[in-house]
């Protein structure tokens, strides 16, 4: 199937810091990718849309200036957490469509980004 | 908004045996995909088995075997021949018309040796 990335894979910060979590399509472009976090145990919870050349979109409760989604080129999103609190520490998971292969509607999803905020 | 129900929090089956996971959904729409993801530890998600709402046949993919009911929102996962590497979080997700994707609270399964 297609192959979706995420980098870093583990990252601890500082409470006040803001970090950067990039998720690649390798080898197809995603003109849309999404953002999950999911808690330990528990589904995963769509943050937002990420729309390639325009603003992303948010689901409800989630903060925009707190989470800020770029999408800049058919192959990179990037989720920035800005001035990040202990209560952001959670896995971050980002997937993508391949509209040209993968069945109908499938999910391709990253590798996921564990983010620990001291 | 779509929900999808997933009621066992847990299961565990003896190696080589047969299981089953469950899985229901809430939704007025006719047509849409359901999927079930595997997550292992290494917490990658990976696709293992996908039903257009359309088809009535019930997918399989070699041990792995979905039965699909519409009139009762139903769509449970059969595992035949358990093997050691099957032991993950399991979820149930839908995928409405609109492209929007929703998932259950998942199934840990646990294979016996």
């Known amino acids: 199937g297609a192959v979706v990335s995420q980098h870093p894979s583990r990252v601890i910060c500082k409470s006040g810091t803001s970090v950067k979590i990039e998720c690649r399509s390798l080898d197809f472009q995603a003109t849309t990718m999404f953002w999950y976090r999911q808690f330990p145990k528990q589904s995963l919870m769509l943050m937002a849309t990420?729309?390639?050349?325009?603003?992303?979109?948010?689901e409800q409760g989630v903060e925009k200036d707190k989470f800020l989604i770029n999408h800049a080129s058919l192959t990179l999103s990037t989720l920035t957490v800005t001035s990040a609190h202990p209560e952001d520490s959670s896995f971050y998971i980002c997937?993508?469509?391949?509209?040209?292969?993968?069945?109908?509607?499938?999910?391709?999803f990253g590798e996921g980004s564990r983010l620990t905020v001291l | 908004a779509q929900t999808v129900t997933q009621s066992q929090p847990e299961m565990s089956v003896q190696e080589a045996e047969t299981v089953t996971l469950s899985c229901t959904y809430d939704t007025s729409e006719s047509d849409y995909y359901l999927f079930w993801y595997k997550q292992p530890p290494s917490r990658q998600m990976i696709l293992v088995i996908r039903?257009?709402?359309?088809?009535?046949q019930n997918a399989t993919e070699n041990r792995f075997s979905v039965n699909f009911q519409k009139a009762a929102k139903s769509f449970s996962l059969k595992i035949s021949d358990s093997q050691l590497g099957d032991a993950a979080m399991y979820f149930c997700a839908y995928r409405s018309a609109g492209n929007q994707f929703y998932f259950g609270t998942g199934t840990s399964l646990t294979v016996i040796p």
């Open positions: 990420s729309n390639e050349g325009s603003k992303a979109t948010y």
């Open positions: 997937s993508a469509r391949d509209q040209k292969r993968g069945g109908p509607g499938e999910l391709f």
């Open positions: 039903q257009e709402a359309y088809k009535q």
